[in-house]
């Protein structure tokens, strides 16, 4: 029994490290096409509009 207990559980723990990793993979794949489309187009950033001043301003990482 307590074999199967210790098993689930690197199970577990194993399937939250692999969502993890193909999370931070996605990100990164993103953050790459986002650059190049940026150095395709000779932009220096994004523009995105504060919904609360109504100003645009440059996109920050994470947004």
């Known amino acids: 029994m307590p074999q199967l207990i210790l098993l689930l559980i690197a199970g577990f723990v194993?399937?939250?490290g692999y969502?993890?990793?193909v999370a931070d993979a996605q990100k990164l794949t993103r953050q790459r096409e986002q650059a190049r489309?940026?150095?395709q187009t000779g932009a220096q950033g994004t523009l995105v509009?504060?919904?609360e001043t109504g100003e645009y301003r440059?996109?920050?990482d994470g947004e």
């Open 58 to 60: 440059l996109k920050r």
């Open 19 to 21: 969502r993890k990793f």
């Open 14 to 16: 194993f399937w939250l």
């Open 49 to 51: 509009q504060d919904p």
């Open 37 to 39: 489309r940026e150095e």
